[in-house]
């Protein structure tokens, strides 16, 4: 998870609760981009979309998103209610976007180092959520023999320096046993020994995160839908009414009228009208090596697939060996409220990926690069998610606070039976921390955000 919050700047109450979504039909002139540099999909094996939508719909559900979200709600509507039509329409292509841009943990446990007496109830709830997630994903995964790599590798949250191993692994530590939750704390020399780097004063290894290639991974949960399951690729949604008791959206080529809507675009809702007062959207950038070579595996650690978080997740950097002996590198932490980027941007992060690659591997000066991509996702201010019903006959789900593969699978599941009108405790248990809690409008959200931002980096810049 990762903290932009506590430094917003603050607003008078009665202002900001003023604002309300719109509630207007919402013409949309922004759709994600599609640069075709993924390098977990450049990988894979040539897909084909699915047909986009050509005729109009009249259905009983329409899930807009086809992430891990919405592909999740999808399928739990289709078991709930397999009578009913679900239709699915998706922007781009499957894998292309958020769900296949991350960079392929889904992980069990919270990481967040905040005190365990605010945590300790909170914490275990949020594994509830986070094994649940991973069990249905796990069965999917063994049902329909989707090749995406997934294996149960665990987790090293590390710590560069020993202040910050002391302000935060510590006390991680501390939620770790309070959770009951098996780990190993390990520094320097054991970390040389598992992972080949002396980068990281120390880490904590907990065993219960299973690493992946994300965009195999969705893609194989969209090319498994249930019959009554319709998924239209390339069909990004125009104009959307989501009020009143027939909700619609329009295409270039048709209109899908619903009896229920799901909204599940995350960082692009509030181009749907819904959620802009209390989301943060963030551009992060990813790499993958060229595979290494026998020789380089060689003077890498004993651990032939391993993943580390950075225990400081604004300025540090996610980093992973994959099943097919590449080293990944995920950095650059960034307030993106247009949501796009320059190509000098895009430039200077690249170099930065590779630089930081070589300082954790010394030993592999001949290391390059083959793949470079970027992807947004939306934090809330108080890490909690973006969750519930915006008009009458539609639901949303956005903010999964860097953990997308795990919360958004739970989230889309979970929200199916919200709007199915079932309960399910597991529902209480993702909502522990509340919903995602209102910020204040641009452009002091601009200038709030970026100072938290410059501060954290400027504070923790020994975490790079």
């Avoid at 992430?67 to 399928?75: E, S």
């Avoid at 909204?263 to 963030?282: D, H, K």
């Avoid at 006959?393 to 795990?406: D, E, K, L, Y």
């Avoid at 641009?442 to 923790?460: A, I, N, S």
Wanted: with cysteine.
């Amino acid at each position: 998870m990762v903290n932009v919050g506590s430094f917003l700047i603050r607003v008078p109450v009665h202002f900001l609760l003023s604002i309300e979504p719109d509630t207007m039909t919402v013409q949309i002139t922004r759709f994600p981009i599609d640069d075709k540099s993924n390098g977990w999909s450049v990988m894979l094996p040539t897909r084909k979309p699915t047909l986009s939508l050509a005729e109009d719909k009249e259905v009983d559900w329409l899930v807009i998103g086809a992430g891990y979200a919405g592909l999740a709600a999808a399928r739990r509507l289709a078991e709930l209610q397999p009578q009913s039509s679900v239709v699915v329409l998706e922007a781009g292509v499957v894998g292309e976007n958020a769900s296949g841009r991350n960079s392929g943990f889904a992980i069990d446990l919270p990481h967040t180092s905040s005190s365990v007496e605010d945590w300790r109830d909170q914490g275990k709830r949020s594994i509830r959520v986070g094994r649940y997630a991973i069990q249905w994903l796990d069965q999917l995964i063994q049902q329909h023999q989707i090749p995406c790599d997934w294996h149960a590798s665990g987790r090293y949250h590390a710590a560069v320096t020993s202040q910050v191993s002391q302000q935060v692994l510590r006390q991680y530590e501390q939620n770790l046993k309070a959770w009951g939750e098996s780990y190993e704390w390990l520094e320097v020399d054991a970390l040389k020994e598992r992972l080949g780097t002396q980068y990281y004063h120390s880490a904590i290894y907990t065993p219960g995160t299973y690493l992946m290639n994300p965009a195999a991974l969705v893609r194989g949960l969209a090319d498994h839908l249930p019959e009554s399951v319709q998924l239209y690729e390339n069909s990004a949604v125009i104009e959307v009414n989501l009020q009143g008791t027939a909700p619609y959206v329009r295409t270039e080529a048709a209109v899908v009228r619903a009896k229920k809507v799901i909204l599940a675009t995350n960082v692009y809702s509030p181009l749907f009208g819904v959620y802009e007062e209390c989301q943060v959207p963030i551009l992060l950038f990813a790499s993958l090596s060229k595979p290494l070579t026998s020789e380089q595996l060689q003077q890498l650690g004993s651990d032939a697939m391993w993943g580390v978080t950075p225990a400081h997740g604004v300025v540090g950097s996610t980093l992973r060996l994959t099943a097919d002996k590449r080293l990944l590198i995920r950095q650059g932490f960034e307030y993106s409220p247009s949501l796009k980027t320059t190509e000098a941007r895009r430039q200077q992060a690249r170099a930065m990926n590779l630089k930081l690659l070589r300082q954790r591997f010394p030993q592999l000066p001949q290391l390059e690069l083959e793949h470079f991509w970027m992807g947004w996702l939306a934090v809330s201010q108080n890490h909690a998610p973006a969750f519930g019903q915006v008009s009458p006959n539609a639901f949303a789900i956005s903010c999964c606070n860097g953990s997308g593969i795990v919360r958004h699978t739970a989230a889309g599941s979970l929200m199916a039976e919200v709007a199915a009108g079932m309960k399910n405790p597991l529902v209480d248990d993702f909502l522990a921390q509340g919903v995602a809690k209102r910020i204040p409008p641009r452009p002091w959200r601009d200038v709030g955000v970026k100072t938290h931002l410059w501060w954290e980096m400027w504070r923790g810049q020994a975490e790079q």
